[in-house]
């Protein structure tokens, strides 16, 4: 196995974008940022050099850490901010994962511009298909064109006062374009994405969905997408209905892509942001285009049909129609018996007698720590500092699913959850080493218009079953896919229904699992997974690195 090793340059750079400027932080100047090439085996180095004026922190989003949680980079769950003119420097394998991931900023709003594709390729050079032609990272993304600090200023309006108004983003971008030629006062721009094909091959489209807030459908026109992989895990090849794929925030895709339409022509794909808050502005496009071009090709390119922005059905079948491969080694322990279940409401709330708009999860609004990470104090046996009083390291609320008097409160009343105030503090939920652990969450009355991506840190699980309405376990158990379940890090919970997880708890540390829905999991939805240590030495918690950035030393956004 080799070493990959990158430095990424933190800095802040002019992105013009719709004839206007826009100051962004980003990695090694370029949006998307370099992309992580790495062969499955291989460990990677990479040094962050930050000369942005804020603390970052880059998250190696579905890379499973394990053993290596200190280089997770959740932002206080795993370490402080990288501050401003210092350096930290990541290590981990990946080992056990072929396929796409990416990496983004955990921290603050910065991973909007702060990202970029990781591809996994497989050390046998051998897929469960035929060797793709070419692989293609296509990382689609919105973007702001609001100063991104005030971006943050907008959400925390939004979250004290309610305040709704405020803009969403101007456009959504493939590969950093926006997929148009402007007239900027006389000065073209063309600001879009080509991907030359030669006729006949096939190409891996590896897609990874970076925006903050939209689930996104996307098509080429003229061509068959068959999706093999999501979140680096193989699926059993299918192709999706009109050959629309869906990929929530977080979320990647593996699909393959033959360059069989007619050739000399050219042919539009389309990024499609669902509908989903904060509104965009009137002025917005939430479409942004690629070219795929054949040689010589002329004319206009050909648009591809779109399903309808509100559509939540494509979403809904497209995910559910996801199935693994029956041979993953943590399988038959995930069949047998269940240690741990949790079953989590995603919900809105209120604290501060209804003055504060908060997310939650079973009503307990999470809190990020200050003064130093989660991990940190788990490991040091220190206290947890958090903000006021009125945030403190609490146990949960829990609920015994198994009692129909709770599955029955849920069934008729989800609306009385979001009536009911919410609490909110820096919530943990402890589970031993190696337990196998069953995860249902249950989307609740207010998140009606917005499905919930969820995402867990340093771990794959394998999705059994959703469904629209209650989850009722004594009905719903019996539709878990047992036998080929899709292996995710992220799942998309579809507004008023539910989906049911499980993983192996095999990896010590504290781990994030929130929606990744960034003002979602900004108010609060989310939770941390605490992992006991192993027995042995060699799976307790390591120490962490020398170099791990402290806290005192400044963090994001002033
Ligand atoms: Cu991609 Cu905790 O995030």
Redesign the pocket.
């Known amino acids: 196995a080799a070493v990959v090793e990158h430095t990424f340059l933190v800095s802040e750079v002019t992105l013009r974008h719709l004839c206007r400027d826009t100051v962004a932080t980003v990695v090694n100047g370029q949006l998307p940022g370099p992309a992580l090439e790495v062969t499955e085996g291989d460990s990677v180095v990479v040094h962050v050099v930050n000369q942005s004026p804020f603390g970052v922190t880059i ?1 190696w ?2 890379v499973k850490q394990r053993l290596t949680c200190w280089a997770d980079g ?1 932002g206080m769950v795993t370490q402080c901010p990288i501050a401003p003119n210092t350096t930290f420097t990541y290590r981990f394998d990946v080992v056990g994962q072929e396929g796409t991931l ?1 990496w ?1 900023a ?1 921290i603050s709003t910065l ?1 909007a511009t702060m990202h970029g594709a990781i591809v996994i390729r497989p050390k046998s050079g051998s897929y469960p298909f035929p060797k793709p032609h070419q692989d293609v990272p296509i990382v689609i993304a919105d973007f702001w064109q609001n100063d991104l600090r005030q971006v943050q200023k907008d959400l925390e309006l939004w979250i004290a006062d309610g305040d709704h108004s405020k803009d969403g983003p101007a456009s959504a971008t493939i590969n950093g374009k926006i997929g148009d030629l402007y007239n900027c006062s006389g000065v073209a721009q063309d600001d879009t994405f080509v991907l030359d094909v030669e006729p006949g091959k096939t190409y891996m489209l590896r897609l990874a969905n970076a925006a903050l807030s939209n689930e996104y459908y996307f098509k080429v026109a003229g061509h068959r997408l068959t999706v093999v992989g999501s979140d680096a895990n193989y699926l059993r090849p299918y192709n999706a209905t009109g050959d629309v794929v869906a990929i929530a925030p ?1 979320e990647t895709l593996d699909v393959l892509m033959v360059a069989d339409a007619p050739p000399c022509h050219s042919y539009y794909m389309v990024a499609l942001g669902t509908q989903s808050p904060p509104p965009a502005p009137q002025t917005a496009t939430r479409l942004a285009r690629g070219i795929v071009r054949y040689p010589n090709s002329h004319g206009q390119a050909m648009e591809p049909q779109m399903p309808d922005q509100h559509d939540r059905t494509t979403s809904f079948h497209f995910h559910g129609n996801m199935t693994g491969y029956p041979n993953n080694p943590l399988l038959p322990q995930v069949r047998g018996h269940v240690h741990d279940k949790f079953f989590l409401t995603l919900g809105m709330g209120t604290i501060r007698n209804h003055t504060v708009h908060v997310a939650n999860i079973n009503n307990v609004s999470f809190h990020l720590p200050q003064g130093r990470s989660l991990l940190e104090a788990r490991y040091h046996g220190a206290e947890l500092v958090t903000a006021t009083e009125e945030m403190s390291a609490r146990p949960p609320l829990e609920f015994d699913y198994t009692d129909p008097v709770l599955i029955n409160f849920f069934n008729r009343s989800a609306k009385l959850l979001e009536l009911e105030p919410s609490r909110r503090a820096t919530t943990m939920r402890h589970i031993a080493y190696n337990s196998t652990v069953e995860v249902v969450f249950q989307s609740t009355t207010l998140m009606e218009d917005s499905p919930n991506p969820m ?1 867990l ?1 340093g771990h794959d699980f394998f999705v059994l079953a959703q469904g629209i309405g209650n989850y009722d376990a004594a009905r719903d158990t019996a539709s878990y896919n047992l036998v080929d379940p899709p292996v995710k890090n ?1 799942v998309m919970v579809t507004g008023l229904g539910w989906a049911a997880v499980r993983f192996v708890a095999d990896n010590p540390g504290n781990w ?1 699992l ?1 929606c ?1 829905y960034e003002f979602h ?1 900004g108010m609060g939805m989310a939770t941390v997974f605490e992992v006991g240590n192993g027995p042995t030495p060699e799976t307790a918690l390591p120490p962490p690195p020398a170099d791990l950035p402290r806290c005192d030393r400044g963090i994001a956004y002033e």
């Open positions: 998250h989003h579905g959740a990416w983004h955990h991973r977080g995402h840190h992220t994030f929130h990744h999991m």
